[in-house]
């Protein structure tokens, strides 16, 4: 499924190898929406889902992770099986900027603000460390995978080097 603020494209979960192909594909055709909150999208998506199966979802996993891990506890209660790949661009995690920077939302065109991120750097690490910890032991606690990936790394490698992991520990 690929959603902003709401589904728009879902295809339904299929058991043939080919399969892999058809998803790739919708990945890689898929541009950016508008913001999303997940946790709503989700539980709006668990009763479209009628057989256990496995849920892998790409995601930066911003927004409310109360709401995000209800919905995510709402999929294992239903007895899927979840692989988060979180997705992060190397700067969000290193906060590198020095001087003035233009901020813009790749969700929203009209928010963007000049900040000097000297001043920031510090509490935006720590609430990204915050959050990161949040979701984490979240995600512990409903037994779901969480993989965090930078948009540096090929999205496909890192799914087959994951999937690879995966098998020899099972």
Known sequence: MTFDQQMRQYIPPRSRPSHLHVLLDALQATAPGGETELGKVFHQLVPKIHRRGLLIIFSDC??????????????????????????????ELEFPFQQWTRFESLESAAEQRLLDPVQLRSVYLENI??????????????????VPLTTAQPYAEALAYYLARRTKSV
């Open 129 to 146: 460390a915050r959050f990161r910890q949040e979701l984490k032991d979240g995600c512990h606690r409903h037994r779901i995978d969480l």
């Open 62 to 91: 911003f927004g409310s992770v109360p709401e995000l891990l209800s919905a995510l506890a709402h999929f294992r209660h239903a007895h899927h099986e979840i692989i988060i790949f979180q997705i992060w661009d190397p700067d």
